[in-house]
């Protein structure tokens, strides 16, 4: 199953339904998790709830904090509330006047909209301070992450993006042994896919959602699924305008590596 609006009729949470207290709710995003995304109707503005399934994996209660420390340095939803019962957890935040950059509009103009999320991951990444933040998303946080799936068996080469499906997880693993020179370290959105990026009516960047791996680490674990994401969006051949529409030049050794470890801790 990919991200996007679903196709069929959700079922709404019983946490989701209570909060919207009889206000309109519309689903308008499923992640291959099984999150999903609602827009509630309310009088003076619009809300989102993200919801999250216990079995899931998503901790909304990360991105809650993120956000709220996020929020003092760029535009992201204002959090509103924060709760979670057996069957899930969910976070209420306030909607940002916005399009993300896979709407259909977006899609038709990939162009101005590679070019928004290129510059708006370095606005992004030259906005959030270093020097504060508390969030990790380095890459020894992450291959322990990675370890822990397989163990589990919650990846398998059959699943990864078909680069490296012909790796086993043992050359895998001997490949992230031997990560590449630190570029700079930034504040990472730690998504940087398409649709995380919003868009003003002008196709310009204007905020950025899903922020609950935030942290510092590299700007190449940012880049290299951003520019990634441009192929599973707006087909391929776009790869290029995202790089230098943040001002750099691709570097394939990074950009390798950096997906690589995508597939086996996503």
């Known amino acids: 199953m990919l991200a996007g609006p679903p196709e069929n009729d959700i079922l709404i949470p019983d946490s989701v339904a209570q909060y919207?207290?009889?206000?309109?709710?519309?689903?308008?995003?499923?992640?291959?998790?099984?999150g999903l995304t609602f827009r509630?109707?309310?009088?003076?503005?619009?809300?989102?709830?993200?919801?999250?399934p216990s079995s899931s994996g998503?901790?909304?209660?990360?991105?809650?904090?993120?956000?709220?420390?996020?929020?003092?340095?760029?535009?992201?939803?204002?959090?509103?509330?924060?709760?979670?019962?057996?069957?899930?957890?969910?976070?209420?935040?306030?909607?940002?006047?916005?399009?993300?950059?896979?709407?259909?509009?977006?899609?038709?103009?990939?162009?101005?909209?590679?070019?928004?999320?290129?510059?708006?991951?370095?606005a992004m990444h030259d906005a959030l301070p270093i020097a504060s933040c508390p969030f990790s998303w380095s890459i020894e946080d992450?291959?322990?992450?990675?370890?822990?799936?397989?163990?589990r068996r919650e990846t398998?080469?059959?699943?990864?993006?078909?680069?490296?499906?012909?790796?086993?997880?043992?050359?895998?693993?001997?490949?992230?042994?031997s990560p590449p020179s630190l570029d700079r370290i930034v504040v990472c959105h730690g998504d940087?896919?398409?649709p995380n990026t919003l868009l003003d009516q002008n196709g310009q960047c204007i905020g950025h959602v899903d922020m609950g791996r935030l942290g510092l680490a590299d700007r190449w674990a940012d880049l290299a699924i951003a520019a990634w994401s441009t192929?599973?969006?707006?087909?391929?051949?776009w790869e290029s305008l995202l790089y230098d529409s943040y001002g750099i030049?691709?570097?394939?050794?990074?950009?390798?590596?950096?997906?690589?470890?995508?597939?086996?801790d996503e």
């Open 58 to 122: 998503i901790d909304l209660n990360a991105e809650r904090i993120r956000l709220m420390w996020a929020v003092s340095y760029i535009s992201v939803p204002r959090v509103i509330d924060f709760g979670q019962d057996p069957e899930g957890s969910w976070l209420a935040t306030e909607g940002i006047d916005a399009e993300n950059a896979v709407t259909d509009r977006w899609k038709r103009d990939p162009v101005l909209a590679v070019t928004a999320i290129g510059a708006g991951l370095r």
């Open 142 to 151: 992450r291959i322990s992450t990675a370890r822990g799936r397989i163990i």
């Open 156 to 177: 398998q080469p059959a699943n990864w993006h078909e680069e490296f499906r012909d790796l086993s997880i043992e050359a895998a693993l001997v490949e992230l042994e």
């Open 40 to 52: 509630v109707a309310d009088a003076s503005k619009v809300i989102f709830i993200k919801w999250a």
């Open 192 to 194: 940087a896919c398409a």
């Open 231 to 237: 192929q599973w969006n707006y087909g391929s051949g």
């Open 249 to 264: 030049e691709p570097d394939f050794r990074k950009i390798r590596f950096y997906r690589l470890l995508w597939d086996l």
């Open 20 to 34: 919207a207290a009889g206000r309109p709710l519309d689903v308008v995003w499923r992640n291959e998790l099984g």
